[in-house]
Every structure is written in C-alpha cells, then in structure tokens.
C-alpha cells in the first residue's frame, strides 16, 4: 500500500510546492555509484561478505556470536541486526545490560550481539580503485548522542580516520573498486557498507565540481587523475540531527521548516530523516550548517517546534476522551487535533509514509 502511495510523490509535491532538498546540489555523483545497500550488496559478490556484521566484528578479534550463543556473554553487551543490507538506520539496536533484558529479543531472526565498545563513534568514506584507497572524507561525530545516534557530525578534509580503520580496509578490501563507508568506535569497526553515507549527499553538499567529476572519472576508468590534491578540499561544514525523546505524532508542515532553514542561513541540503535510537526516542529531522553555534540554536529551535505540537496533540487527545467520558463538548479538542494534521501533509508523500515505516517498531 505504501509503493502505491509513493508513486504520486511528484504530482503531490509539484501541487503543494513542496521543495524538494535532492535537487539543491549542482554536482551530481556518477547514476551508476549505488546509493542503497542492497544495490552495493548485489553488485559485488566478491565482498558481499563485509555487510556480514558479525565476520565484521570476529574479523577484528571482539566476543560477538548469534543471540543464541549469548551464554558466555560478559554484559553489557549490544544487539542489532545481523545483515546491514537487509536494514537500515539503527532500528532494532539495543543496549543489553543484563540476560533476562535479552529473553524478549531471543526469538528475533538474523540478529546478533557483539561486546558493548563505551567510545564516541565516527565514520569515514573511502574510494578505492583496485584495492587502493585513493580518496577518503573522514566524518568527526559529537561526544553527545542520542540513543545510539550522534547530536552532530562534523566533515572536513582535514579529518583522518585511525591507523586501525586504514588497515583493515586494505586488508579485507582487495581487488574492490569503488566507495566502502565504514562506520566505527574508536578503532573498532561496526558496520560496513559499499557505498557513501547518505547516499553521497554529503560529498555533494561539497559543492566542489573537481572532487565530485574525479570521483566520477575513477568510477568509470578505474583510475584516479587528479593529482592537485588541494583542489580537491571543500570548506569544512557540520550535519546536525534533530532527536524526539518519543515517537513523532504529527510533521511540521514542509512550508514552515524552509522558512526557519532560510532565516537561520542553512546550507540548500535538508530533510525529514527519521531513525529510531531506542525504544521509544527517534531522530525525525537532518540540516547541514557552516557555522557550529548557529547550527545548534537552528537544532534546538526545531526540536522545541516538534515538542510543542506532539505535547499539544497529545493533550487534546486526552482531553477529547475525558470530555467525552464526561458526556460533554469533545469536538472542538479533535477539531484542533484534526488541523495539526492536515497541516503535517504540508510534506512529500515519500516523507509521510517514511514517519509511518521508521515508527513501526515503537509499536510491534
């Protein structure tokens, strides 16, 4: 039902006016450089076996097995999915403190555990021809997090990844050509993708035609030309995540967001991007920002907007059923709730179905 909905996602935003954040880049990475996982996944059978999260950690010698192999588990421990091209953001990860918090997670299927790594999390893009790292962009992430999500990401050229990440990719990584986004913990390796994070919107959001054209030049010839590496820098720039400590009821209407990015001078890129950080909190909005301190009042201005009206809906709710238990006026309560949510349609259809997708878990 959901495919059917998203397939009119363009006359819908065309009717609405609705911005769309894809089209905000005037480089554009190689069509053929997969953006999704399971694309990656089934365009190398050589290395498929890096979106394998369990081989991914045993690789690096930490206690991981399957949740039925937990026995001997020194907890805490920490549980996700197995296979990283079969799921996406961080549905399904959990901290487990203990073996009775496991029971409830034991009859999940393609699950795993692997010792809990207490360190700040970060991230880097590499582009390999042949087995040789010819490229990387290394993504700095805030000691804050949110549930398993960080607050902010900082990108730079400057940035470089540990001696430990750099070692294992030319270990484990020979003959590949094209992008491996890996994802780590101090100097252990998480997750493992063939692609760029966020699809490449970050090398995008560069803005700089030389490094994007290069990387798209290897793409096709399987060979790096571009020797001025200084050509190749970009102007250092933050990605921040808006996080709700509960599920998201109801969307700021997309009219009203663009506003706030304008007058708080964000960068062309931003989108609704929903991604569950526990049992109950989730991430629901994603903008890139030059300037660190402005970035961080934007951030904080959104999520007290979306605080506001999830605790006014739920409010309402409450009171329409006690009116109604009390056989008074309940409709004017629902009215109210029934204009927050037509104003939420103010956003693409392909967003709106995301809210319902990325919440499923907050209630199965």
């Keep these: ?6 397939k009119y996602d363009k006359q819908y935003t065309d009717f609405l006016r609705i911005f769309n954040p894809y089209s905000s880049f005037p480089y554009k990475l190689h069509p053929d450089i997969p953006k999704f996982d399971i694309v990656a996944y089934n365009q190398n059978p050589n290395h498929q076996f890096v979106y394998d999260k369990l081989f991914v950690a045993t690789s690096q010698t930490m206690a ?5 192999d937990a026995k001997e588990a020194q907890y805490p421990i920490f549980i996700k999915p197995r296979y990283g091209h079969k799921t996406a953001s ?4 959990y901290k487990i403190a203990s073996p009775e918090e496991l029971k409830p997670f034991l009859n999940k ?3 795993m555990w692997s010792e809990f790594v207490n360190a700040k999390e970060s991230m880097t893009d590499f582009f390999l021809i042949n087995g040789e790292i010819v490229y990387q962009v ?5 000691e804050k997090q949110n549930g398993f999500a960080d ?5 730079s050229p400057d940035n470089e990844p540990p001696p430990e990440i750099v070692e294992w990719v030319n270990r484990y990584m020979v003959g590949y050509t094209g992008p491996v986004n890996v994802q780590y913990r101090s100097t252990k390796i998480i997750e493992v993708g063939l692609r760029f994070a966020r699809s490449g919107i970050y090398l995008e959001s560069t803005h700089n035609e030389k490094l994007i054209s290069t990387i798209n030049r290897a793409w096709e010839t399987k060979t790096w030309t571009y020797k001025n590496e200084s050509d190749l820098r970009f102007k250092p720039y933050y990605s921040f995540k808006c996080w709700s400590a509960f599920p998201i009821l109801c969307l700021l209407p997309q009219h009203f967001v663009d506003m706030v990015m304008k007058y708080n001078g964000c960068m062309p890129f931003y989108e609704y991007y929903f991604e569950p950080t526990g049992k109950r909190s989730i991430i629901f909005f994603q903008f890139l920002h030059e300037d660190f301190e402005k970035g961080m009042k934007t951030k904080k201005q959104l999520e007290t907007y979306m605080y506001i009206l999830s605790i006014s809906i739920m409010v309402l709710i409450l009171v329409s059923i006690y009116l109604l238990l009390m056989k008074k006026n309940y409709e004017y309560a629902l009215y109210i709730v029934f204009f927050f949510f037509l104003l939420g349609l103010d956003n693409s259809l392909d967003v709106l179905c995301n809210q319902i997708t990325h919440q499923k878990q907050f209630v199965l």
């Design 138 to 142: 290394t993504y700095i992430y805030s």
């Design 109 to 111: 299927k393609e699950m």
């Design 151 to 155: 607050d902010w990401k900082f990108i």
């Design 90 to 93: 961080s549905k399904d990860c």
């Design 1 to 6: 039902m959901i495919k059917s909905i998203k």
């Design 64 to 68: 991981a097995g399957t949740l039925q």
